[in-house]
T-cell receptor
Framework: DAMVIQNPRYQVTQFGKPVTLSCSQT?????MYWYQQKSSQAPKLLFH???????NEADTPDNFQSRRPNTSFCFLDIRSPGLGDAAMYLC????????????????FGPGTRLTVL | QKEVEQNSGPLSVPEGAIASLNCTYS??????FFWYRQYSGKSPELIMS????GDKEDGRFTAQLNKASQYVSLLIRDSQPSDSATYLC?????????????FGTGTRLLVSP
């Protein structure tokens, strides 16, 4: 089955210790997104890639970086995690941007729960 | 900042009843509208998308869109305890160049047996 996969599902790190979260997709979608979601809050978009074009949200801290080495994989790097970065990190994909009729439906992976000690 | 608003709930309905979830949005240029279901501790799951005014039905789910009133709703017929979850409304709008979704904070639905 075509799907969005995230690894690891649970990540524990220490304050200030870099961490990398990974996302892969077998949907062959052009767009990949990274969201941060805290308890009882809406998902917050951090950035997205359209193919190789990177789009950073204005309020995404510099502490968060992303890489997309190929169509299938995308990584979220947190350079120096703080206690406030503890959250669920969600990867999503869509076939395209902007177009209606199903092209911009976003499909989420299972998420990575990050704990910062 | 364009917004998507939902009543946080919880909305409590008995098993077998119709659950009605509502969402309003502020960006008049919005063109794509989505409902996601999110179980506690899990990721959002797309359950409905709607792009034009009117109703769209899929099994027990019906999405309703009224662009003039900037209102989108989700009806769940014959509600089951397994429908208990948070339902997120998401809108893809003009002011973001249609490049991203704006999510509401969700409505928590509780279906009692």
């Amino acid at each position: 089955d075509a799907m969005v996969i995230q690894n690891p599902r649970y990540q524990v790190t220490q304050f200030g210790k870099p961490v990398t979260l990974s996302c892969s997709q077998t949907l062959n979608h052009n767009v990949m997104y990274w969201y941060q979601q805290k308890s009882s809050q809406a998902p917050k978009l951090l950035f997205h890639y359209y193919d190789k074009d990177f789009n950073n949200e204005a309020d995404t801290p510099d502490n968060f970086q992303s890489r997309r080495p190929n169509t299938s994989f995308c990584f979220l790097d947190i350079r120096s995690p703080g206690l406030g970065d503890a959250a669920m990190y969600l990867c999503a994909t869509s076939r395209d941007l902007g177009l209606a009729g199903g092209q911009n439906e976003q499909f989420f992976g299972p998420g990575t729960r990050l704990t910062v000690l | 900042q364009k917004e998507v608003e939902q009543n946080s709930g919880p909305l409590s309905v008995p098993e077998g009843a119709i659950a009605s979830l509502n969402c309003t949005y502020s960006d008049r240029g919005s063109q794509s509208f989505f409902w996601y279901r999110q179980y506690s501790g899990k990721s959002p799951e797309l359950i409905m998308s709607i792009y034009s005014n009117g109703d769209k039905e899929d099994g027990r789910f019906t999405a309703q869109l009224n662009k003039a009133s900037q209102y989108v709703s989700l009806l769940i017929r014959d509600s089951q305890p397994s429908d208990s979850a948070t339902y997120l409304c998401a809108v893809n709008g003009w002011d973001t160049g249609f490049q991203k979704l704006v999510f509401g904070t969700g409505t928590r639905l509780l279906v009692s047996p």
